[in-house]
């Protein structure tokens, strides 16, 4: 009996001690993500610069690429919802580009460079969610961005490169496939 009763008297000592937590705004916690955002706000600068100008012309000529491009070089406002917003932008933009590419272009080269930067967008909009933000990975993030879409411009300014570059007599039999049926005589076949 006195251990029943010892249970019932630490049972409601433990209820009636029991503290309410009492939701206060953090105002250091908002200072510092403040703070954060305008880290990622500063180095939110892309550049998308093509020196071959037939590879220029081409890239004006097509319709995404000038959108993506347009929506990656123009810096959003300073504010999280902004930064959000334009990579919730970017990651419909970059999905739309590998379904028109142009047909010099049109590559397994290039479709893996578009997956890399699709993925490196992607990821930027995720850790833009993600509480509390992770300014080192968001900006290497912004770098790795950077450097796929240079990486596909000079993708691009190569393929210009070697379609300039003249073919030799007989090259084009030698890149056609072999079709052995075709070529072989009849003589060759075995006789049954």
């Known amino acids: 009996m006195k251990y ?14 029991k503290k309410e937590v009492v939701a206060t705004p953090n105002v250091t916690s908002k200072i510092s993500q403040d703070s954060m955002v305008n880290n990622i706000h500063e180095k939110w600068k892309f550049t998308v610069a093509v020196s071959n100008p037939s590879t220029s012309s081409k890239l004006n000529n ?3 690429w000038r959108n993506y491009v347009n929506e990656l070089t123009i810096m959003p406002n300073a504010g999280l919802r902004n930064l959000i917003h334009k990579s919730n932008a970017l990651v ?5 580009l590998k379904t028109d590419i142009p047909e010099m272009y049109n590559r397994p080269e290039t479709k893996a460079r578009f997956s890399l930067l699709e993925t490196h967008i992607q990821n930027l ?6 509480e509390p933000l992770n300014v080192k990975e968001i900006n290497t993030l912004l770098l790795n961005i950077q450097k796929s ?5 000079n993708q691009f300014n190569e393929f210009e490169i070697k379609s300039k570059i003249p073919k030799e007599s007989g090259e084009d039999q030698l ?3 072999i079709d052995t049926i075709k070529r072989a005589t009849l003589n060759a076949l075995p006789q049954e």
């Open 4 to 17: 029943i009763f010892f249970l019932i008297l630490l049972a409601t000592a433990t209820i009636s001690c």
């Open 62 to 64: 097509w319709e995404n």
């Open 92 to 96: 419909e933009r970059s999905a739309v």
């Open 125 to 130: 909009n995720m850790q833009l969610e993600l």
């Open 149 to 153: 879409t240079n990486s596909i411009i």
């Open 175 to 177: 890149i056609q496939p």
